[in-house]
């Protein structure tokens, strides 16, 4: 009995080592027409064994791909897209940059500096008192969500001139939604998204057993 591991290591394990197989013997077969005719056959298997690529843009495209680096892109045949440079997938990925303003309330998360930073900028009015008191329940959200305790309106209220460096002109005495309808509202969020996430794991597991 010869086992995986002694075997040649496959270049997409996902399409399985007879895929790979018989993409070896294509590129073993002289005859160039009889090859192409070969891998188009191999293609179409490729696809069928993948549907969930069809919502792939350029899904036939990505499967001659796949077929060429599985070749270690010794591949010649009469294909319908351009072979592909090997050098094209050895390259390394361009390094991602990397935000470099710190967030000086990570609790708060940045959405909340953002939203402080368009109400810096807006006129003086009923628009902007609004947006400010939106601001301040949302803070109030995350503080809660962060803390797992109650929040006094104080608190957000110091951290939101904080936020704003004291751009914003602020009413403490409006009260903020209490601490209690917010703790409800998350833990009824909670309950939804695991009701979803279990929703998922139902589907997903009936699937495999209907597969």
């Known amino acids: 009995m010869q086992y995986n591991t002694a075997r040649p290591k496959m270049i997409i394990p996902e399409y399985g080592r007879h895929i790979q197989d018989m993409v070896n013997h294509a590129t073993k077969i002289e005859d160039k027409e009889e090859r192409t005719e070969m891998v188009f056959a191999i293609i179409d ?10 919502d792939v843009a350029d899904f036939n495209h990505k ?8 070749s270690d892109f010794k591949l010649e045949v009469d294909a319908p897209f351009p072979k592909p440079e090997p050098e094209h997938f050895q390259s390394k990925p361009n390094k ?6 710190a967030i000086r309330f990570k ?4 959405g909340v500096e953002r939203l402080v930073d368009k109400a810096i900028e807006m006129e003086d009015g009923e628009e902007k008192e609004a947006l400010v008191l939106a601001i301040a329940n949302l803070m109030k959200k995350h503080y809660i969500n962060w803390s797992g305790n109650t929040a006094d309106d104080k608190i957000i209220w110091l951290d939101l001139k ?3 460096r004291g751009k914003l002109n602020i009413d403490e005495n409006i009260t903020l939604d209490s601490s209690n309808e917010i703790a409800v509202r998350l833990n009824e969020n909670a309950s939804k ?16 057993k209907k597969h």
């Open 45 to 54: 298997v490729m696809g069928q064994l993948n549907p969930h690529l069809r």
């Open 63 to 70: 499967l001659w791909d796949h077929i060429h680096i599985m």
């Open 96 to 101: 991602m940059p990397y935000p470099e303003n």
């Open 107 to 110: 609790h708060y998360g940045k």
């Open 162 to 164: 904080k936020v704003s």
């Open 193 to 208: 998204n695991n009701k979803k996430g279990a929703t998922r794991k139902k589907r997903k597991t009936y699937r495999k």
